[in-house]
């Protein structure tokens, strides 16, 4: 990385390997946004909250041409996991800076309707039918509401597709009085 760069631990013993873990996290920010001037990693572990566990705090302060993006406070319980959802959040932000500059405007996926086609309520997933006959795969993780195990097959749910390691599924599922075109509800 071109720019300076400045990892500081708090509370938790130096690791070489978490150093380099970090290094090369901030690398690749310079593929979303190559003009960063500097960035700041501070990775800390409080002493308060002990009946939360221990989890770690994450902050990145980065420095561009006209002004300055912060990641504040990722925690979790793995410092590597709160580092990685760190360094996405900051990637996320250094791509809307850029497009902000660009003048591109960002186009949110449009909420799509279907019905739950089938559950496998043991495994965590299940699949909805899209309006154009296509099924998508969806994780007891990405419904709203975290009501999992009161859907149904036959449900009506409103959800954003997405590109997943597998192929495209459904995320932010949420369910309700939802009208679906050529159901018998009409």
């Known amino acids: 990385m071109e720019v300076t760069l400045q990892i500081t631990t708090r509370d938790i013993p130096h690791s070489e390997a978490l150093e380099t873990h970090i290094r090369e996290k901030a690398e690749k920010l310079e593929k979303f946004y190559p003009r960063i001037m500097s960035c700041r990693i501070v ?18 302060d980065m420095t561009v041409p006209g002004g300055e993006l912060v990641v504040n406070r990722v925690t979790n319980e793995d410092v590597y996991v709160a580092v990685r959802d760190a360094f996405d959040a900051a990637k996320r932000q250094l791509e809307d800076y850029a497009r902000r500059q660009r003048g591109d405007t960002k186009l949110h996926a449009p909420v799509l309707q279907g019905k739950v086609m089938r559950l496998f309520k043991m495994e965590d997933y299940g699949f909805i039918e899209t309006p154009d006959g296509r099924e998508l795969y969806f994780h007891r ?4 509401g975290h009501d999992f195990d009161q859907l149904a097959v036959g449900d009506a749910v409103q959800f954003l597709e997405d590109i997943g390691s597998e192929g495209y599924q459904a995320k932010r599922v949420s369910t309700g009085k939802h009208h679906i075109p050529g159901s018998e509800n009409e």
């Open 43 to 60: 990775v800390e572990l409080p002493h308060k909250h002990h009946h939360q566990g221990r989890l770690f705090d994450v902050r990145i």
């Open 141 to 144: 993780d990405n419904l709203a």
